[in-house]
């Protein structure tokens, strides 16, 4: 079935309006709200600055308007408009699958965005207000919103003359199977056939057009070698901005206790990873945003020395990973192995600049070898269930202080 597709752009004051007046809808399968405070005001930031931003996808149904795609962009930029926030703690939240995360018990902090049981047609069903200063009336008496502050105020032409773009499908067709047809592929497509970036592909955008910040992120000498020597977990590359990430909040207080703080989901981290990229490129981070603070890279490597101490530590690992227990094809079997070769190694010669004691490897190396084979024994003797949750956040703040200790008894 064919269908004809319009595209243009309305005022923000314009979709308000839409909302307000039952013009445009979700569909009932649309998830709820799920957006925190700090990302409203990264949209109106963006918005003021005049950034791109993704157009709304809406579609013709059954004599209305339904949105297809951008229900967190409209319900912010109305919730911005209105002044106020849902307290998500007010509101019964979405039910979740279960899933394998080996998430740590010991934080508090979890940066997921959690869905909550809301969304914009809270502020409009079976309402007898019709105009957004009524609305903000309510809900300023309610106890279950809160005031939602901006940094730079917001008045009535920045919404009058600020336009977010759309595309509006129109099913060429009145048959309702046919119809129903349609929206099915149609919702395939747009959830299902769209390649997303991977979640490294979207850090290296932040960082692709400047050669230096490449070479950095990720692990490149000038002359293009891998500073880790191409050595894999698991038959896997290595993140490098992993380790950069951690090592780098582990640098300002030395103090591997508060290293990740706000992340005990281990799906949660790949987050503090890209908020370390924005950081270091000077964007804004997603959470925690100061994580960071008191942390720089020109004090860390002064003098344009970056390269040479990624050299050094190419060098050392070409010249010492024959007896680190990898397997022909240059792998680990375990992040366990991994992290107590490498954060040390890393930190030593990258972060300070040294590097390690000729004439003392092989005790550092049989230290190395002693705490990996000591989480191997304890699992294997069932007094911890180590191997089967290596990335929990205690297990792995474990392998960041001992492997450090270690190599700075042996740095020179």
Request: overall charge negative; hydrophobic content about 30%; proline content about 2%.
């Amino acid at each position: 079935m064919k269908s004809r597709i319009y595209y243009g752009e309305y005022s923000l004051k314009h979709w308000i309006n839409l909302m307000l007046m039952g013009n445009i809808s979700l569909p009932e399968y649309q998830r709820s709200f799920v957006w925190e405070e700090s990302d409203v005001r990264r949209l109106i930031k963006s918005l003021q600055e005049g950034q791109f931003i993704q157009p709304v996808t809406i579609a013709r149904k059954d004599s209305s308007n339904i949105i297809l795609d951008g229900q967190q962009r409209l319900t912010s930029i109305l919730l911005a408009y209105l002044g106020y926030m849902p307290k998500k703690g007010e509101f019964q939240k979405v039910e979740t699958m279960a899933d394998d995360d080996d998430s740590a018990v010991d934080e508090n902090l979890i940066t997921d965005n959690k869905p909550i049981e809301w969304t914009f047609k809270e502020l409009i069903k079976g309402n007898s207000v019709q105009n957004s200063d009524d609305i903000k009336d309510e809900l300023e008496k309610n106890d279950k919103y809160q005031e939602l502050k901006n940094d730079n105020p917001l008045d009535e032409y920045f919404f009058e003359n600020t336009y977010l773009g759309f595309s509006y499908i129109i099913p060429e067709s009145d048959d309702q199977s046919e119809t129903q047809k349609f929206f099915s592929t149609l919702f395939r497509n747009m959830n299902y056939l769209g390649m997303k970036l991977s979640p490294i592909e979207s850090r290296r955008s932040l960082y692709y057009m400047d050669n230096d910040k490449t070479r950095f992120f990720e692990g490149k000498t000038e002359d293009g070698e891998n500073v880790l020597d191409n050595i894999k977990i698991n038959d896997k590359s290595i993140d490098f901005v992993r380790y950069l990430s951690i090592l780098s909040q582990y640098s300002i207080h030395e103090n591997h206790s508060i290293v990740l703080k706000g992340y005990s989901s281990y799906k949660s981290r790949e987050g503090y990873y890209a908020d370390y990229v924005s950081y270091i490129v000077g964007l804004e981070q997603e959470n925690n945003n100061t994580k960071f603070d008191g942390f720089d890279l020109n004090k860390i490597f002064p003098d344009n020395c970056l390269n040479d101490r990624f050299k050094s530590l190419y060098n050392f690992i070409v010249e010492n990973k024959k007896n680190w227990g990898l397997s022909e094809k240059n792998s680990w079997d375990s992040i366990i192995d991994a992290d107590y070769w490498l954060f040390g190694l890393i930190y030593i010669i990258i972060f300070e600049g040294k590097n390690i004691s000729a004439d003392k490897l092989d005790g550092l190396q049989e230290k190395i070898k002693g705490c990996i084979k000591a989480k191997r024994d304890d699992s294997l003797n069932n007094k911890n269930s180590y191997s089967k949750s290596p990335n929990r956040l205690g297990n792995l703040r474990e392998r960041l202080g001992e492997s450090i200790d270690i190599y700075k008894k042996y740095a020179v």
